[in-house]
């Protein structure tokens, strides 16, 4: 942690992330147009979109990584441009599984990391008994109780990926930014990734996050709400009911596909377009292939 001075506590209700008819331009290039976003407390968002629509450069906004080229960010009640960054940063977590982490260190003292904000090996001040407690408790919520003296290099992608959640909420921020944190997964690590997630906001149902995928079956059964990007531009935007439909994927996408939800979670497979001069009905035998496949 800094020591800067932690930012005041939100009212009940209090937006923690609000991005008002925000452009972001680079080279000429408007990466997003007139975004608008309002993350409130206990509030889980998912950003879905194709490749390129603009995902990773909104949470980049959203993490005090940049500034945009136009329009207000606000994070935690501080707007970007009269704060500084670094003082934001140490209370948002920001999971990357891309994150450049080399260490010789256990899982529990990796999380300790989290309490300076590094990634050197030896934090500079020792952890206290209930610091060592908080790393341990939530390892165990991320379902990492056997694991909690395994050392970093023998972890599996998908359990360095929840050791690096846990890390991001040492300093008991008030925002988590998650950015694909099911890439590269098996089927059995990412459910064990989703059903970790819905537990800790359960655990922590003050915490506000917002997650980055275009594959809708990573989509935590917890999330809700969702925002739509397509070509840096939002289409929809909202309660994830209101937003994940057949109708709007297939916008989004550029691909017809039919959305179903069950015990929680998404599904969606494509539409067969035509057979013998007519649309397939939908019986349950459309193609197996699923939108992640085709968004690719």
């Not at 080279?27 to 889980?44: K, N, P, Y």
């Not at 990773?56 to 959203?62: A, D, F, G, K, P």
């Not at 934090?123 to 379902?143: I, Y």
């Not at 497979?269 to 939108?291: K, P």
């Amino acid at each position: 942690m800094t020591g800067a001075p932690a930012p005041n506590a939100p009212a009940p209700n209090a937006p923690v992330l609000r991005a008002d008819d925000v452009d972001v331009v680079r080279d000429g290039a408007h990466l997003l147009r007139s975004i608008s976003l309002t993350v409130r407390q206990g509030e889980h968002w998912a950003l879905l979109g194709p490749n390129g629509a603009g995902k990773s450069t909104l949470l980049s906004l959203l993490g005090a990584h940049a500034h945009p080229t136009r329009g207000a960010v606000e994070v935690l009640g501080r707007t970007l441009g009269r704060v500084d960054l670094r003082e934001l940063r140490a209370y948002v977590g920001h999971v990357d599984p891309r994150h450049p982490l080399r260490s010789p260190l256990r899982a529990r003292d990796v999380v300790l990391t989290g309490l300076t904000n590094t990634i050197e090996p030896v934090p500079r001040r020792h952890p206290d008994s209930a610091q060592r407690e908080r790393a341990e408790r939530l390892l165990t919520t991320l379902g990492m109780a056997d694991k909690l003296d395994a050392r970093w290099p023998t972890l599996s992608q998908g359990q360095r990926g929840r050791v690096l959640i846990a890390r991001a909420l040492m300093p008991r921020p008030r925002l988590l930014l998650l950015d694909e944190p099911a890439t590269g997964l098996d089927l059995a690590a990412r459910e064990q990734l989703l059903d970790s997630l819905d537990a800790l906001r359960l655990a922590h149902p003050e915490l506000a996050t917002v997650l980055v995928t275009h594959h809708l079956e990573e989509l935590p059964a917890s999330t809700t709400h969702a925002m739509l990007l397509r070509d840096g531009q939002c289409l929809a935007s909202g309660a994830v009911d209101e937003v994940v439909t057949t109708d709007a994927i297939t916008k989004c996408f550029d691909h017809p596909v039919r959305i179903a939800r069950t015990d929680g979670r998404w599904t969606a497979r494509t539409v067969r377009a035509v057979r013998d001069g007519a649309r397939v009905q939908d019986t349950g035998r459309e193609s197996d292939q699923t939108l992640s496949n085709s968004s690719r």
